[in-house]
């Protein structure tokens, strides 16, 4: 199994991809190590987060232990830059197909974000590994999730902008991949955090088993 492969398989396997947005790249270093604990091996870590590429360098010399990307990237070089750094995923807010052939030609994950149909099966066919469904909320939530998959069962759609505890179940019942999770997962104090962690976690595996 190549890296890619592994990344991509990691994804799935978790099913919660932990959207961390922080005012500082201490306080997204210590989501990411309250998360960890509170078993979401998993970080996104945004391009809003001041010196975050310096960080993602960090997290991937000094927590091995964690999946980590960059999130909110908007041209081939900040993708660019990112990997070079050691990130092994690359999120966008919309479809750049230009940012999907650099991931492809680095054999990098990367997840595209999407709104409309067209838009999802662009990226789809674009190469996207995931579609990042964003923002799901403002067009239905997991009912919307659920009408993209009748036409479009291939797609692994990860829905994000609107996913909380109490309607993450709900995603995967309707079909997706994953689901992204920003301050209802990644907010307030480690305590909460891990907590929260947790609960996302069960709430993902309860919902697979049904």
Excluded at 61 to 70: D, I, K, P, T
Aim: net charge neutral; with cysteine; hydrophobic share 50%.
């Amino acid at each position: 199994m190549s890296d890619k492969d592994a990344v991509v398989a990691r994804i799935r396997e978790v099913g919660v991809l932990p959207v961390v947005r922080a005012a500082s790249a201490d306080g997204a270093l210590r989501a990411t190590d309250a998360l960890l604990a509170g078993g979401l091996p998993l970080a996104e870590i945004t391009l809003t987060v001041p010196g975050a590429i310096a960080l993602i360098g960090r997290l991937a010399r000094e927590r091995s232990e964690v999946l980590v990307g960059a999130g909110s990237v908007t041209d081939a070089g900040a993708a660019r830059a990112c990997v070079e750094a050691g990130a092994r995923f690359i999120v966008c807010p919309a479809l750049d197909l230009e940012i999907v052939a650099y991931c492809r030609s680095q054999h990098v994950t990367v997840l595209p974000g999407a709104l409309t149909p067209t838009e999802v099966v662009a990226a789809w066919n674009g190469g996207a590994d995931f579609v990042k469904v964003f923002p799901v909320g403002a067009l239905g939530g997991p009912a919307y999730i659920r009408s993209l998959k009748a036409p479009l069962p291939q797609a692994e759609l990860v829905p994000t902008g609107g996913v909380t505890r109490s309607n993450v179940a709900d995603y995967i019942a309707a079909g997706a991949a994953a689901v992204g999770a920003g301050a209802d997962l990644t907010a307030g104090s480690a305590e909460q955090v891990s907590a929260a962690a947790r609960a996302y976690v069960e709430a993902v595996r309860a919902a697979r088993k049904a």
